[in-house]
């Protein structure tokens, strides 16, 4: 396995645009997370998953903002009717459930997101 | 003020140079994690710990619970180390759901 991995890595897009990004955990992680980075920030925390189950949503999320883990596998995040305040560094993370090896993140490389 | 506050926002130094990047926390908190941050975003688990002292080849990470302040210390610094070194803590049984720091911008000269 190779880490987690997201796709696209890069996105630009027109303001008023859907975009999709796609998240890809490590195989036996059954934790998933999206954070958001702006420049010269740190992330901040979007949403999260164990298996399919969103447990958490942060008040970031509007309602343009919709995630989803259909098989408790790979997550997807959308954004509807894009905003040029949109634009940032879309990170997804899995982790293990604790016991073992607790709690420790991987991250993806993240996806960037330019609304023009 | 932020929940999460690191010191400082940036850092030069010399090749050979001990570094140290403090972190201080407002919260209650099950975890605190350092993490390292390279120029394009892939963000990498340094260190995870809730107590005590943990150590890396040349990083160590340090914590203390009642003072709320972990430290992250690395030796020998090398222009390769230079990136963003983020602090972040996590609550409760969601280990994953982290509160950041802004991070430190760590640049190591040859």
């Known amino acids: 396995d190779t880490g987690v991995s997201q796709d696209p890595r890069h996105k630009i897009t027109k303001r008023g645009q859907n975009v999709t990004f796609r998240c890809d955990p490590i195989s036996e992680h059954n934790r998933l997370y999206w954070y958001r980075q702006t420049l010269g920030q740190g992330p901040e925390f979007l949403t999260y998953?164990?298996?399919?189950?969103?447990?958490?949503k942060s008040r970031l999320l509007s309602d343009r903002f919709s995630a989803e883990r259909p098989k408790g596998s790979f997550s997807t995040l959308e954004i509807q009717r894009t905003e040029q305040g949109d634009s940032a560094m879309y990170l997804c993370?899995?982790?293990?459930?604790?016991?073992?090896?607790?709690?420790?993140?991987?991250f993806g490389e993240g996806s960037r997101l330019t609304v023009l | 003020k932020n929940e999460v506050e690191q010191s400082p926002q940036n850092l030069t130094a010399q090749e050979g140079e001990f570094i140290t990047i403090n972190c201080s926390y407002s919260?209650?908190?099950?975890?605190l994690h350092w993490l390292q941050q390279h120029p394009g975003g892939g963000i990498v688990s340094l260190f995870m710990?809730?107590?005590g002292k943990k150590k890396h080849g040349r990083l160590i990470a340090t914590i203390n619970i009642q003072e709320k302040h972990s430290s992250l210390h690395i030796t020998a610094s090398h222009p390769r180390d230079s990136a963003v070194y983020i602090c972040?803590?996590?609550?409760?049984?969601?280990?994953?759901?982290?509160?950041f720091g802004q991070g430190t911008i760590l640049t190591v000269h040859p």
């Open positions: 993370a899995s982790s293990s459930p604790a016991g073992g090896n607790t709690g420790e993140l991987f």
């Open positions: 919260v209650g908190i099950s975890a």
């Open positions: 710990l809730s107590s």
């Open positions: 998953f164990q298996n399919e189950a969103q447990l958490e």
């Open positions: 972040a803590v996590s609550g409760g049984t969601s280990y994953g759901k982290l509160t």
